[in-house]
């Protein structure tokens, strides 16, 4: 229910109340597209975070980890491209004075049309019930058929116009769809104009001395500059991987959207290393892995869906999204990316230094070909977050709010509570969490009613809720609720732990991929 439309407000809301996210600097009013993490949120990250890089270096015999510095050196994104190609076509409303970016104004009057084909299969759906074929549906439908071919020519229209750079186009078609300023509902508009996307500051402390720096707007590039070192020490040979995670920094036009769209973000990013030549398959090859890393977390195969770029970056020969149903509709959390040669040539190329791998199969040496895979772990944290959230109606009339997290995802995996705060039950619970928390995040919490204080784990998402009751003195059992089902069974304090671990642990979903 979260993931409709209208409740993305309540989202950000109970991220803010709950210690997920907060606005950064928020007693100075905060800074736009920029935000912190709390207590429970930092948890959240770090578990997604964690499950991204155990299944990448942890699973893979050939993929091993780095973090490279934030900084790097100028040319760095000369060769890479971003200094000359790293650009978004901006446009402003010349009665709002508002900014956009050219490209996602006609997106967005695309997925309008989008959603109305979605309105038309639902009737359709519901009138016709079980002989429903959605497929044929879409191939017959006169006006369904008119809307898919309208919002093709759109789409190819404007990728065309931005492969030529051809921003007069871009203008012209944004003026014939008649689309307005969100803001002000004016049509009227300036022309679009290129804007670089990365931050700039400055190295060293004189003048004249200072060197003009960029922080990094992908951490792509840490990977491709340290690929011949890693190769040599770890003596990988091709076809093998480099995983990082890490800050990203990008001077987004329209930075709206929540943590969807930041200025600063994470990103998890693999370069694959693979022989030339090889890369469809290397490509279909992550496309399956990296989808079935999402699906494995079970928030729903129908919160997918995969994009294929009619427009490739300019170091692509091949590329998609895995799109996630956000509250706003479906938009881009991960990108797979065939990026051929283009990095590492281009970094030969400028810095004089050979990168190059002998494979001792061929007796060759050659550049390697690169697929990527990039999903930005703030945006994970918003398609996870956005999915859990969950109002119940219970049969007392109440409303319960839970956040129904993968279990393994979530920042704390159970609460320990005694009934009441005497007859020696708080010793028995300290006694528990000091044994548990060796292994599992766990918390305590004895103030006000024991329904209150589910509630209060139910609203962070913990799966696990154990009681301390005056049974527990006769029997050593305590009560274990299930977060989603509500339901409550007693079990004897010695086997809580391997119960909890088996459902909260990372490796009950690592070893579904
Ligand atoms: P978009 O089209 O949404 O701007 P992109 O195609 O520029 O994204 P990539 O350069 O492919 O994105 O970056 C890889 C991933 O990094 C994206 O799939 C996304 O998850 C994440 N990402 C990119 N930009 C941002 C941002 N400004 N804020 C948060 N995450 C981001």
């Known amino acids: 229910m979260a993931t409709e439309n209208g409740n993305f407000k309540k989202i950000i809301s109970h991220a803010k109340e709950y210690g997920f996210v907060f606005p950064s600097s928020e007693i100075y009013d905060g800074l736009s597209a920029v935000y912190d993490y709390g207590q429970n949120g930092v948890a959240l990250k770090k578990n997604i975070r964690d499950y991204w890089w155990k299944s990448m270096t942890q699973l893979h015999e050939n993929i091993v980890g780095i973090d490279a510095a934030i900084f790097m050196h100028p040319t760095t994104w000369k060769a890479s491209g971003h200094v000359d190609a790293f650009n978004d076509p901006l446009i402003d409303n010349k009665v709002s004075k508002k900014r956009y970016r050219a490209d996602v104004l006609v997106e967005e009057y695309v997925a309008k049309i989008e959603t109305k084909i979605e309105k038309e299969v639902a009737r359709a759906a519901k009138r016709f019930g079980n002989s429903f074929d959605e497929n044929e549906f879409k191939k017959t439908n006169p006006r369904v058929i008119s809307y898919i071919e309208k919002s093709r020519n759109i789409l190819s229209r404007l990728n065309k116009s931005l492969g030529k750079e051809d921003l007069n186009d871009v203008k012209n078609l944004i003026e014939e769809l008649e689309i307005s300023c969100p803001e002000s509902g004016s049509k009227e508009w300036t022309d679009v104009k290129q804007f670089n996307l990365m931050?700039?500051?400055?190295?060293?402390?004189?003048?004249?001395?200072?060197?003009?720096?960029?922080?990094?707007?992908?951490?792509?590039?840490?990977?491709?500059?340290?690929f011949l070192n890693v190769q040599k020490t770890s003596r990988m040979k091709i076809p093998f991987g480099i995983a990082q995670t890490?800050?990203?920094?990008r001077n987004e036009i329209v930075a709206r959207q929540f943590i969807f769209r930041m200025r600063e973000f994470?990103?998890?990013?693999?370069?694959?290393?693979?022989?030339?030549g090889t890369q469809k398959k290397w490509y279909e090859f992550w496309k399956e892995k990296r989808l079935k890393w999402h699906l494995s977390l079970g928030m729903g195969e129908e919160k997918y869906r995969l994009h294929n770029h009619e427009k490739l970056a300019h170091y692509a020969d091949a590329a998609l999204d895995i799109e996630f149903r956000f509250p706003f509709g479906?938009?881009?959390?991960?990108?797979?990316?065939?990026?051929?040669?283009?990095?590492?040539?281009?970094?030969?190329?400028f810095s004089g230094k050979k990168l190059q791998y002998f494979d001792p199969e061929i007796n060759e040496s050659y550049v390697p070909y690169v697929i990527e895979t990039s999903i930005g772990l703030d945006r994970m944290f918003l398609a996870v977050l956005s999915n859990s959230l969950t109002e119940e109606k219970l049969s007392d009339g109440s409303i319960r709010t839970v956040l129904k997290l993968p279990p393994a995802l979530s920042p704390i995996k159970v609460a320990i509570l005694p009934l009441v705060k005497k007859d020696g039950l708080p010793e028995i619970a300290k006694k528990i969490i000091n044994e548990l928390k060796l292994d599992i995040t766990s918390i305590y919490d004895e103030k006000d009613a024991v329904?209150?204080?589910?509630?209060?784990?139910?609203?962070?998402?913990?799966?696990?809720?154990?009681?301390?009751?005056?049974?527990?003195?006769?029997?050593?059992?305590v009560t274990l609720r299930n977060r989603d089902s509500m339901?409550?069974?007693r079990i004897k304090i010695e086997h809580i732990k391997n119960y909890i671990n088996e459902e909260v642990s990372l490796r009950s979903i690592l070893k579904k991929l």
């Open 199 to 226: 931050f700039d500051t400055k190295l060293g402390a004189s003048k004249d001395s200072a060197m003009d720096l960029y922080l990094r707007p992908e951490t792509a590039q840490g990977i491709f500059v340290n």
């Open 487 to 489: 339901k409550q069974e």
């Open 266 to 276: 994470e990103q998890m990013e693999m370069q694959f290393f693979i022989p030339p």
């Open 246 to 249: 890490g800050k990203a920094f």
């Open 330 to 349: 479906f938009k881009e959390l991960e990108g797979i990316h065939s990026r051929t040669n283009y990095d590492l040539s281009n970094h030969e190329q």
């Open 451 to 477: 329904g209150r204080r589910y509630r209060r784990q139910d609203a962070i998402g913990t799966p696990f809720c154990i009681t301390i009751d005056h049974q527990t003195l006769d029997d050593k059992t």
